[in-house]
């Protein structure tokens, strides 16, 4: 059964499953890739008319539509799209093994630290509303993110970022002065 929330976007909404729909994290997908793709229910979801950014996470995927098209006619179809998957397959649409794109300073400690509370602190929140953030970089102080799913281009996105999460940085890891969307 899926069931929808409405996000802090007005133009994104969250499709919660009871069955696993990414078992490799959270995956960012947005129309102008489109011909790059090969997952055919990415593909065919991002082909609907006015879906512009999917993102999929564990047990949610969130949905990111253009002002033309309303939710009354959007939301059915990704619903049925969505159980239409299940029903035919037994396995997550996101499932292939990826290595995490973490650069070479993989082994600095500092990054490790904005790492861990970016995924135990930040990203469940974030999740909560639709999106995603991912650690970019860390450099003189600055960390770098960038915010997916509902997250991405929403109003209350440079709050979130400011207010939450560059002062939730700031508090567990003194070598951190600000934080950038990337």
């Not at 929330?5 to 990414?22: A, V």
């Not at 011909?35 to 564990?58: A, C, D, H, P, T």
């Not at 619903?79 to 290595?99: A, G, R, T, V, W």
Request: charged content about 25%; overall charge neutral; glycine content about 4%.
């Amino acid at each position: 059964m899926i069931q929808t929330e409405t996000t802090p976007n007005p133009n994104s909404l969250k499709f919660l499953s009871e069955k696993t729909i990414s078992s490799i994290g959270s995956e960012e997908f947005q129309k102008s890739n489109i011909k790059n793709l090969n997952n055919r229910f990415i593909k065919e979801l991002l082909g609907f008319q006015g879906v512009e950014l999917v993102l999929l996470s564990k047990n949610f995927l969130s949905v990111k539509k253009t002002d033309d098209v309303s939710w009354n006619d959007l939301k059915p179809m990704v619903i049925s799209h969505l159980n239409d998957y299940f029903e035919k397959n037994n396995e997550p649409i996101l499932k292939e093994n990826k290595k995490p794109n973490i650069s070479s300073i993989d082994n600095d400690e500092t990054v490790k630290k904005i790492i861990d509370v970016l995924d135990t602190k930040i990203r469940p929140a974030v999740a909560r509303d639709g999106g995603d953030i991912k650690f970019k970089s860390f450099d003189n102080g600055v960390v770098k993110v960038e915010l997916q799913g509902s997250c991405s281009g929403c109003p209350s996105s440079l709050m979130t970022l400011k207010q939450g999460v560059q002062n939730l940085l700031k508090h567990y890891v003194k070598e951190v002065n600000s934080v950038e969307a990337n």
